[in-house]
């Protein structure tokens, strides 16, 4: 029997990254199929084009069927932006024959999500934190505990119902049905932790294109999350404006010479480039395109500390940060992330892969394997994450032109 395939698509403010996988006996992904286009029509996280952004998916997603030979029919999705917001929730139910079953740990779970929400909100996410029973705290799995009065500790994660309807739209019109959305940090933190780091207590942080989304892990659990409206972009812009570049320009000078620390860039390090104006190249100094960088960075980190603070755990954090996502390739971010928190602090990426994975050993693709690892743990449990059919792949991007022809009609009308 041909084992089921496990497909993400990672929908960032700067790319999308469609991976299809399998789970071989040796418990090690098998990368199959693989798509990452240019992500246009989105910003910081939310859709503000859905023709373009629906193009852009669906290119993605024709890749990774090209790829790996077969139809794309169902997928999880990752999903950020400023919108996401969390709170802390407890179901209390008595204890029907005094030994705690799955029946009860059902119930406790309905109890911690039958909280008023507004009506533009809806649950992304019913994390359990720890279980009571009988007063009796911190314990992970209650099955069998004798008791008789079962509380339940859970974080609940929201997102704005109309920003998630509005990548759903996006995803299903391509021909591919969300079977589940999941916030970004969730995703990098099933593929960048380690088990002691879980427990001790430790923050993930993904500073993607457009934001910057958080994750607080204490004792084996999710505790916090949060979504800050900073990314790599910013200090895109930052150098366009200070240098009189394009974006596209911009970016590409951060990626090959930029270095977050200016007193680690040694003195006579330039670099050439043509702005806004000038017929000839203009020679600049690393040393100030590293000024320009900095100040940005440390104006980031100290956002993320300011919201750590605020949520409580920020003397429960003996692991430190694990930093990943695309601007954590940037030279000197580490020191100055430990610097800003007062923190250890490491940089992770994706690791034990088979197959097309070459592209994926990189910060910028912890949320899209995380997607996978997401998607094999909700398979576990019997959900239809994906399907393995071994045909050719359909005119994809002949049905998303007829969708979008149906945009531009509903848009004149």
Not at 7 to 14: E, F, L, R, W, Y
Not at 78 to 100: D, K, M, Q
Not at 129 to 148: K, M, T, W
Request: glycine content about 8%.
């Amino acid at each position: 029997m041909e084992k089921p395939s496990i497909v993400g698509i990672d929908v960032g403010t700067t790319k999308v990254c469609t991976l299809v996988a399998e789970l071989n006996d040796d418990l090690i992904f098998e990368i199959r199929g693989i798509g990452i286009e240019p992500m246009h029509g989105m910003k910081k996280g939310m859709i503000n084009d859905l023709t373009v952004a629906t193009e852009c998916i669906a290119r993605s997603i024709a890749k990774a069927q090209r790829s790996s030979g077969q139809e794309i029919r169902t997928a999880i999705v990752s999903l950020a932006g400023s919108h996401i917001s969390s709170f802390n929730s407890r179901g209390v139910v008595g204890v029907s024959n005094g030994i705690i079953n799955q029946a009860d740990i059902k119930r406790a779970c309905e109890a911690a999500q039958a909280v008023a929400i507004p009506h533009n909100r809806e649950i992304i996410h019913m994390i359990q934190r720890s279980f009571i029973v009988d007063e009796q705290e911190g314990i992970a799995d209650p099955i069998n505990y004798h008791g008789y009065r079962l509380e339940l500790d859970a974080v609940i994660i929201t997102a704005a119902a109309t920003t998630v309807e509005n990548l759903r739209k996006c995803v299903e019109a391509t021909g591919v049905k969300v079977i589940n959305f999941v916030l970004n940090p969730l995703a990098s933190g099933q593929v960048v932790l380690t088990p002691s780091e879980r427990e001790m207590g430790v923050i993930v942080c993904d500073i993607g294109g457009g934001t910057s989304d958080l994750a607080i892990y204490i004792n084996n659990s999710v505790w916090y999350t949060s979504v800050i409206n900073l990314g790599g972009n910013m200090i895109t812009s930052d150098i366009a404006k200070g240098l009189h570049l394009t974006l596209e320009k911009a970016e590409e000078i951060k990626l090959k010479h930029g270095h977050s620390i200016k007193d680690e860039v040694a003195e006579g390090e330039t670099f050439t480039v043509h702005p806004f104006g000038e017929e000839a190249a203009v020679r600049y100094s690393r040393k100030d395109l590293a000024l320009i960088i900095e100040a940005r960075v440390e104006e980031i980190f100290q956002f993320i500390e300011e919201d750590i603070r605020r949520s409580g755990y920020d003397r429960l954090l003996p692991a430190g940060m694990v930093l990943t996502g695309g601007t954590a390739k940037l030279s000197g971010i580490r020191t100055i992330a430990s610097r800003v928190l007062n923190l250890p602090v490491r940089i992770a990426q994706p690791d034990n892969l088979n197959g097309l994975a070459d592209q994926l050993y990189s910060p910028a693709f912890s949320t899209s394997v995380g997607l996978l690892h997401w998607a094999n743990l909700l398979n576990k449990t019997d959900m239809p994450i994906g399907e393995k059919t071994p045909i050719w792949p359909k005119d994809i991007l002949g049905r998303i032109k007829r969708v979008l022809d149906n945009f531009n009609v509903e848009k004149k009308e």
